[in-house]
């Protein structure tokens, strides 16, 4: 991925399309360079 700043601006909908397509067979690889996700349910 380029980067978080690439896709904070656009809707919860575009951003759930753009990770879907970054991921591989369902994962989603995140180096820990880039920092750190917090999930809510």
């Known amino acids: ?3 978080i700043l690439s ?3 656009l809707e919860r909908a ?3 399309r753009v990770l879907e ?3 591989v ?3 989603l690889y995140i180096p820990k360079e ?3 996700f ?3 349910k």
């Open 34 to 36: 880039n920092g750190m």
């Open 7 to 9: 896709i904070a601006g």
């Open 14 to 16: 575009e951003i759930k």
């Open 38 to 40: 917090v999930c809510r």
């Open 1 to 3: 991925m380029s980067g």
């Open 21 to 23: 397509k970054n991921a």
């Open 25 to 27: 067979n369902g994962v």
